[in-house]
Protein backbone atom coordinates (compact mmCIF):
# COMPACT_ATOMS: atom_id res chain seq x y z
CA UNK A 1 0.00 0.00 0.00
CA UNK A 2 1.49 3.52 -0.78
CA UNK A 3 1.84 6.10 2.11
CA UNK A 4 3.45 9.30 0.30
CA UNK A 5 4.03 11.96 3.05
CA UNK A 6 5.70 15.61 2.50
CA UNK A 7 8.11 16.78 5.01
CA UNK A 8 9.47 20.17 5.34
CA UNK A 9 13.40 20.69 4.77
CA UNK A 10 15.74 23.39 5.57
CA UNK A 11 19.06 23.75 4.18
CA UNK A 12 20.48 26.03 7.28
CA UNK A 13 22.78 28.79 6.64
CA UNK A 14 26.42 26.68 6.76
CA UNK A 15 25.43 25.16 4.06
CA UNK A 16 23.87 27.81 1.66
CA UNK A 17 27.30 30.02 2.63
CA UNK A 18 29.30 27.29 1.72
CA UNK A 19 27.31 26.69 -2.05
CA UNK A 20 26.13 23.44 -0.85
CA UNK A 21 21.78 23.51 -1.90
CA UNK A 22 22.86 22.15 -5.17
CA UNK A 23 24.38 18.96 -4.11
CA UNK A 24 22.14 18.64 -1.01
CA UNK A 25 19.24 18.68 -3.32
CA UNK A 26 20.68 16.19 -6.01
CA UNK A 27 21.06 13.71 -2.93
CA UNK A 28 17.06 14.27 -1.91
CA UNK A 29 16.48 13.88 -5.59
CA UNK A 30 18.57 10.92 -6.20
CA UNK A 31 16.69 8.89 -3.23
CA UNK A 32 13.53 9.85 -5.60
CA UNK A 33 12.23 12.34 -2.94
CA UNK A 34 10.68 15.04 -5.26
CA UNK A 35 11.30 18.78 -4.28
CA UNK A 36 7.60 19.97 -4.94
CA UNK A 37 7.87 24.05 -3.10
CA UNK A 38 11.24 25.71 -2.66
CA UNK A 39 11.97 29.03 -1.53
CA UNK A 40 15.51 30.91 -0.31
CA UNK A 41 14.69 33.10 2.46
CA UNK A 42 16.37 34.51 5.16
CA UNK A 43 13.96 34.81 8.13
CA UNK A 44 13.63 37.11 11.42
CA UNK A 45 15.45 36.04 14.99
CA UNK A 46 11.83 36.25 16.15
CA UNK A 47 10.46 33.54 13.54
CA UNK A 48 13.05 31.27 14.10
CA UNK A 49 12.13 31.13 17.67
CA UNK A 50 8.63 30.13 16.74
CA UNK A 51 9.59 27.48 14.15
CA UNK A 52 11.94 26.05 17.13
CA UNK A 53 9.56 26.70 20.09
CA UNK A 54 9.93 23.49 20.54
CA UNK A 55 13.45 23.87 21.96
CA UNK A 56 12.72 27.29 23.90
CA UNK A 57 13.45 25.35 27.17
CA UNK A 58 16.81 23.91 25.73
CA UNK A 59 20.63 26.00 26.34
CA UNK A 60 21.55 25.75 22.92
CA UNK A 61 17.72 27.82 22.02
CA UNK A 62 19.50 31.33 21.57
CA UNK A 63 22.52 30.41 19.42
CA UNK A 64 20.33 28.24 17.54
CA UNK A 65 17.73 30.83 16.51
CA UNK A 66 20.62 33.35 15.85
CA UNK A 67 22.19 30.73 13.64
CA UNK A 68 19.07 30.14 11.99
CA UNK A 69 18.25 33.57 10.73
CA UNK A 70 21.90 34.78 10.53
CA UNK A 71 22.14 34.02 6.60
CA UNK A 72 19.54 32.86 3.46
CA UNK A 73 18.11 29.44 3.99
CA UNK A 74 16.26 27.26 1.60
CA UNK A 75 12.98 26.10 2.67
CA UNK A 76 11.87 22.81 0.82
CA UNK A 77 8.49 20.27 0.82
CA UNK A 78 9.50 17.18 0.15
CA UNK A 79 7.43 14.52 -1.21
CA UNK A 80 8.14 10.80 -1.30
CA UNK A 81 6.91 7.38 0.14
CA UNK A 82 7.27 7.56 4.29
CA UNK A 83 8.96 10.86 3.49
CA UNK A 84 9.25 12.07 7.04
CA UNK A 85 11.25 8.99 7.97
CA UNK A 86 13.39 8.78 4.63
CA UNK A 87 14.61 12.23 5.03
CA UNK A 88 15.11 11.57 8.99
CA UNK A 89 17.38 9.23 7.53
CA UNK A 90 19.40 10.51 4.51
CA UNK A 91 19.84 13.52 7.11
CA UNK A 92 21.86 11.21 9.65
CA UNK A 93 22.27 11.87 13.46
CA UNK A 94 22.14 15.41 14.79
CA UNK A 95 25.79 15.85 15.58
CA UNK A 96 27.73 14.99 12.15
CA UNK A 97 30.58 12.52 14.14
CA UNK A 98 27.49 10.45 14.73
CA UNK A 99 26.47 10.27 11.50
CA UNK A 100 26.24 7.20 9.00
CA UNK A 101 27.88 7.19 5.83
CA UNK A 102 26.21 8.27 3.03
CA UNK A 103 23.81 10.99 4.94
CA UNK A 104 23.95 14.50 4.25
CA UNK A 105 25.32 15.59 7.87
CA UNK A 106 28.14 13.19 7.73
CA UNK A 107 29.29 14.20 4.56
CA UNK A 108 28.85 18.29 4.18
CA UNK A 109 27.88 18.69 8.67
CA UNK A 110 30.22 20.97 10.04
CA UNK A 111 29.32 20.10 14.05
CA UNK A 112 26.16 19.98 15.62
CA UNK A 113 25.10 23.33 15.43
CA UNK A 114 26.23 23.67 11.96
CA UNK A 115 24.77 20.28 10.68
CA UNK A 116 23.32 21.45 6.66
CA UNK A 117 19.68 19.82 7.25
CA UNK A 118 16.46 20.38 9.34
CA UNK A 119 14.15 17.71 8.75
CA UNK A 120 10.54 17.30 10.39
CA UNK A 121 10.72 14.45 13.29
CA UNK A 122 7.17 13.47 12.58
CA UNK A 123 3.88 13.33 10.22
CA UNK A 124 2.25 15.99 12.35
CA UNK A 125 5.26 17.92 12.48
CA UNK A 126 5.95 18.27 8.88
CA UNK A 127 2.44 19.43 8.55
CA UNK A 128 2.27 22.40 11.18
CA UNK A 129 6.41 23.00 9.60
CA UNK A 130 4.84 23.42 5.69
CA UNK A 131 1.74 25.54 6.88
CA UNK A 132 4.63 28.01 8.65
CA UNK A 133 6.85 28.41 6.00
CA UNK A 134 4.40 27.68 2.91
CA UNK A 135 0.55 28.92 3.91
CA UNK A 136 -0.33 31.39 1.21
N1 LIG B 1 21.39 21.64 18.41
C1 LIG B 1 22.49 22.26 18.97
N2 LIG B 1 23.05 21.71 20.10
C2 LIG B 1 22.58 20.57 20.66
C3 LIG B 1 21.46 19.95 20.09
C4 LIG B 1 20.89 20.51 18.96
O1 LIG B 1 22.95 23.27 18.47
O2 LIG B 1 23.14 20.12 21.67
C5 LIG B 1 20.78 22.23 17.22
C6 LIG B 1 21.11 21.42 15.98
O3 LIG B 1 21.43 22.32 14.93
C7 LIG B 1 19.84 20.67 15.70
C8 LIG B 1 18.77 21.64 16.21
O4 LIG B 1 19.38 22.23 17.36
O5 LIG B 1 19.72 20.37 14.32
C9 LIG B 1 17.47 21.01 16.62
O6 LIG B 1 17.74 19.96 17.52
P1 LIG B 1 17.04 18.54 17.35
O7 LIG B 1 17.32 17.76 18.59
O8 LIG B 1 15.61 18.74 16.98
O9 LIG B 1 17.86 17.88 16.16
P2 LIG B 1 17.43 17.53 14.66
O10 LIG B 1 15.96 17.20 14.66
O11 LIG B 1 17.77 18.74 13.83
O12 LIG B 1 18.28 16.34 14.29
MG1 LIG C 1 14.36 18.22 15.46
Not at 6 to 13: F, G, R
Not at 86 to 110: S, V
Request: with cysteine.
Amino acid sequence: MSNTEQTLSIIKPDAVERNLDNEIKEMFKNKGFSIVKEKKIQIEKPEAEKFYKVHETKPFYNDLCAYLSSSPIVVMVLEKENAVLANRELMGATNPTEAEEGTIRKKYGISIDKNCVHGSDSVENAKIEIDFFFKD
